[in-house]
């Protein structure tokens, strides 16, 4: 990595501008002696590179994109529910496989079902 010079900053806050389209993904200034990059996990960071090298990763320079909010403790309610899930949809597929017109009062019986 090179060093970050005034003119990499002053190239910084060009490309922050050049950024104006959400869809923008790279920034390259007049003389194409540097290039912008979006990157990071909300896309709200830029890499810097002089004539391929990376000058520098810039951090929270741009809006975010994306929101992140992560709850944990759903996320495990969420993947057991996901588990319980199959293993219904795997116990009804056994059943659906086996039935006939001789055992279906006792399938019904055996998963605590009563016809009427």
């Known amino acids: 990595m090179n060093q970050i010079t005034p003119e990499a900053l002053e190239f910084l806050e060009e ?5 104006d389209n959400v869809d923008t993904i790279t920034y390259i200034n007049k ?5 912008a990059l979006r990157s ?3 896309e709200d960071c830029l890499s810097i ?7 520098g990763l810039f951090t929270e320079q741009l809006p975010k994109q994306y929101t992140v909010i992560v ?4 996320l495990e ?3 057991k529910y996901k588990n319980t899930v199959e ?15 001789h055992n279906v009062k006792e399938v019904l019986i055996s998963v605590g079902m009563q016809l009427k």
């Not at 490309?15 to 950024?19: C, Q, R, S, Y």
């Not at 003389?31 to 290039?35: C, D, E, G, L, R």
């Not at 293993?87 to 017109?101: G, Q």
């Open 87 to 101: 293993n219904i949809k795997s116990v009804l597929s056994f059943y659906e496989n086996s039935l006939n017109e």
């Open 40 to 42: 990071g996990f909300r």
């Open 31 to 35: 003389n194409k002696n540097y290039i």
């Open 49 to 55: 590179y002089e004539l391929g090298n990376e000058v």
């Open 15 to 19: 490309a922050k501008k050049g950024f």
């Open 77 to 79: 309610k969420l993947k």
């Open 71 to 74: 709850d944990y403790d759903e």
